[in-house]
């Protein structure tokens, strides 16, 4: 069988700490030896992001050029259509076939909306769930059939994630980032400093292409 191939999807509006920081921990939770950052291009639900596609994808790339465990695809740039996560793992899934164990790695809050994903639940037919700690989001799903969902689903055997394609999900013990990308967009309006949120190759290029600016 295949290896485990997480795929990290984002705005990454930008990238930043704890994205990077989370996911490296996550990667010598469960032994992965790629991850591959996903940035979207429309995002499904949210405002459009301020940067461009091209600047998000600049800003990642700086980003993982010294840090090995992480590659990039950029598929979702070339739909213009909203950048539904289960569309990108179909066509993931055909081009890999019904084997290979396949993961997408998101964080707490993003578990939480989870349900209002498109087609929400046939993204257990199709990958596992790595899901990252973060500050502020409650452990607990909304409601009870949603809490029932992620039981069913849960597992605490990492080796299930590499040895099964699809259906299982993972609550990291990652440490908690108190990073977001909204907090640094609004820093940067503020005229705030950003060091120690993001790589410095980051914060040289933001400033360069003059963005999030006050
Ligand atoms: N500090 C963090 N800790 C854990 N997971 C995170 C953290 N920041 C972002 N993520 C997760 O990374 C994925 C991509 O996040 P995204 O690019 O939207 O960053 P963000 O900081 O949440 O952005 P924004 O503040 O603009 O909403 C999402 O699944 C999100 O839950
Ligand atoms: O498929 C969906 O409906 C969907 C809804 C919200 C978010 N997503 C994906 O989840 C990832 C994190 O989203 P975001 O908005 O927190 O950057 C990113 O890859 C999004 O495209 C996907």
Redesign the pocket.
């Known amino acids: 069988m295949a290896s485990l191939h997480a795929l990290?999807?984002?705005?990454?509006?930008p990238?930043?700490?704890?994205?990077l920081k989370?996911?490296q921990t996550l990667a010598q939770e469960v032994g992965l030896y790629q991850v591959t950052l996903l940035p979207n291009n429309v995002?499904p639900h949210?405002p459009q992001?301020e940067a461009s596609a091209a600047q998000r994808v600049a800003m990642v790339k700086l980003a993982i050029a010294d840090r090995p465990l992480f590659n990039l695809d950029t598929r979702e740039l070339e739909r213009q259509t909203p950048s539904y996560t289960v569309e990108t793992l179909e066509l993931l899934r055909a081009e890999r076939g019904e084997q290979q164990p396949l993961a997408f790695?998101?964080?707490?809050?993003?578990?939480l909306s989870l349900h209002k994903w498109h087609r929400w639940q046939q993204l257990m037919d199709l990958c596992h769930l790595l899901v990252?700690?973060?500050?502020g989001y409650d452990r607990a799903m909304p409601t009870p059939d949603l809490q029932r969902w992620l039981e069913q689903h849960q597992t605490q055997d990492a080796s299930a994630l590499h040895h099964q394609p699809a259906g299982l999900i993972w609550l990291a013990d990652?440490p908690?980032?108190?990073?977001?990308?909204?907090?640094?967009?609004r820093r940067r309006h503020q005229g705030l400093s950003c060091d120690d949120l993001l790589p410095p190759a980051v914060i040289d290029y933001i400033n360069y292409q003059g963005l999030y600016r006050p």
Do not use: E, K, N
């Not at 990290?8 to 509006?13: A, E, H, P, Q």
């Open positions: 990290f999807g984002g705005t990454f509006d990238i930043h700490y704890g994205h989370t996911v995002p949210r992001p790695i998101i964080g707490q809050d993003s578990l990252c700690q973060r500050p990652t908690l980032v108190p990073v977001s990308a909204t907090d640094i967009r």
